[in-house]
């Protein structure tokens, strides 16, 4: 099982970013991918996943301004950030879990977003 998280860069704020995870060794339509993010000093937080059959889950810190979609013949799942803010600054990770909220079975590499204010 792999996961590649693509998609990072810098960024203004109130700008847009869309952040892609490729899985190879799995399907979509079996596993739940989440998306987590790091910032410098700060723990990892969840703050999306889209279960198997497809329904998405958005933590607080991220409603109304991220969405999490899939593409199942490609086996990407995207992450769409709108109106982007210094605050989101992080390393952004996928990952691979059975289901959303339960433990994760891989990890993605991380792909960085620098939002300047």
């Known amino acids: 099982v792999q996961l590649q998280a693509s998609g990072g860069g810098l960024v203004q704020a109130g700008g847009s970013l869309r952040l892609s995870c490729t899985a190879s060794g799995i399907s979509l339509r079996d596993h739940a991918i989440g998306w987590f993010r790091q910032a410098p000093g700060k723990e990892r937080e969840r703050i999306l996943c889209?279960?198997?059959?497809?329904?998405?889950n958005y933590e607080d810190s991220v409603k109304g301004r991220f969405t999490i979609s899939r593409d199942v013949a490609r086996n990407t799942v995207y992450l769409q950030m709108n109106d982007l803010k210094p605050e989101d600054s992080a390393v952004y990770l996928c990952?691979?879990?059975?289901?959303?909220?339960?433990?994760?079975?891989?990890w993605g590499q991380g792909t960085e977003v620098t939002v300047s204010s």
């Open positions: 889209i279960s198997a059959d497809g329904r998405a």
């Open positions: 990952a691979l879990h059975p289901a959303c909220g339960g433990f994760t079975t891989a």
